[in-house]
């Protein structure tokens, strides 16, 4: 599969932006949809994921400010970003973890596929 996250920009403190990911398939076959985001100098880090059936789970960091969602079907992958802050600011990845993962913990997935990042910039 290929995916394309899109949606990313420049927003000031305690705005919104959601961000899409489009897959060049639908979703059925893949477990667990992630969202990632890495600042330059630092590890790329998980920070939502959903799985097929709509279990979600969210790093410390953006637990009730974030939301993942995806619409297999459309091949659609989305992250709804609420309230964000100036340490939100990085490359944003999604990427898909095929049904290997399926019985492991969301953030214990092994992600195989990985689009592109769209860059959040938070700031005042």
């Known amino acids: 599969v290929q995916l394309q996250a899109s949606g990313g920009g420049f927003v000031q403190p305690g705005g919104s932006l959601r961000l899409s990911c489009a897959a060049s398939e639908q979703l059925f076959d893949y477990a667990v949809m992630g969202w990632h985001r890495q600042v330059p100098g630092q590890e790329r880090e998980l920070v939502a994921a959903?799985?097929?059936?709509?279990?979600?789970k969210y790093d410390d960091s953006v637990k009730g400010r974030f939301t993942v969602s995806r619409d297999d079907n459309k091949g659609l992958v989305y992250l709804q970003m609420n309230d964000l802050k100036p340490e939100d600011t990085a490359v944003y990845f999604c990427?898909?973890?095929?049904?290997?993962?399926?019985?492991?913990?969301?953030?214990?997935?092994?992600?195989?596929?990985w689009g592109q990042g769209t860059l959040v910039t938070v700031s005042s």
């Open positions: 959903v799985s097929r059936a709509g279990v979600t």
């Open positions: 990427a898909a973890a095929d049904s290997t993962s399926a019985y492991v913990p969301l953030f214990r997935a092994h992600f195989d596929y």
